[in-house]
């Protein structure tokens, strides 16, 4: 009953450094998302992936690339970290309901300091 | 733009009293509508939501919601109010058509105290 697993639960990045999030789910959800929430400013939207072999920008997608591996696996890659990218990062992956909503399902989250 | 508001950034209220946070969006159709909650050094978890139908919808943890089209509202509510409640709550918006993934529009969150 794992639902969706995000590693490392905690990083400190020195500026400049790169790393990737790492995230998975088992409940064989075809959208997959990644999510920053910062302090007021709620969630939003980093990338996304519809399904299996896409993914898209969302709202703030500048300094992250992704990686939509397989059906369950869908990571979020800093190439060279900056402090603004400190964040809680949130993985998320969604199915649609019959009624055509998506009801995202979320880890727990991956706090990131970049010093 | 699309945007979801919640108005109260923090809100304090005794154990035991009634609760109600508030949510207004701007839509220009009538959105699918959620409300989460999010417990300290935890991940979202979905209270409730509302897709057509009923405007009064029900959640877990004792919660309720009601969608009022002509406030373009959809506040939160509990009769009675438990320590276990002093979480971070989100209202959440979302196109009422299928397939929109990347369209979910989060509000700034309330922040929720409990006091004994």
């Known amino acids: 009953n794992a639902g969706v697993t995000q590693t490392p639960k905690f990083q400190v990045l020195k500026t400049g450094q790169s790393m990737t999030l790492q995230c998975a789910q088992d409940?064989?959800?075809?959208?997959m998302y990644w999510y920053r929430q910062d302090p007021g400013m709620g969630l939003r939207l980093i990338y996304y992936s519809a399904s299996e072999g896409t993914t898209d920008k969302g709202e703030v997608p500048n300094g992250y690339n992704v990686s939509r591996l397989n059906k369950r696996e869908f990571s979020l890659r800093l190439e060279s970290a900056a402090p603004s990218q400190t964040s809680v990062y949130f993985c998320a992956s969604s199915e649609l309901s019959s009624s055509g909503a998506n009801v995202l399902t979320f880890g727990a989250g991956s706090r990131l300091t970049v010093l | 733009a699309q945007s979801v508001t919640q108005p109260d950034i923090h809100i304090t209220v005794s154990e035991g009293a009634s609760l109600e946070l508030r949510c207004n969006y701007s839509?220009?159709?009538?959105?699918?509508l959620f409300w989460y909650v999010q417990s300290p050094g935890q991940g979202l978890q979905l209270l409730l939501k509302?897709?057509?139908?009923?405007?009064l919808v029900q959640g877990i943890k004792g919660f309720e919601a009601e969608f009022k089209r002509s406030q373009s509202s959809f506040n939160l509510r509990k009769p009675s109010v438990h320590w276990s409640d002093a979480s971070e709550y989100f209202c959440?918006?979302?196109?009422?058509?299928?397939?929109?993934?990347?369209?979910?529009?989060f509000g700034t969150g309330t922040l929720l105290a409990v006091q004994p």
């Open positions: 839509y220009g159709a009538t959105p699918y």
């Open positions: 509302y897709f057509s139908g009923d405007t």
């Open positions: 959440a918006v979302a196109p009422n058509y299928g397939g929109a993934t990347n369209k979910l529009i």
């Open positions: 409940m064989n959800h075809n959208s």
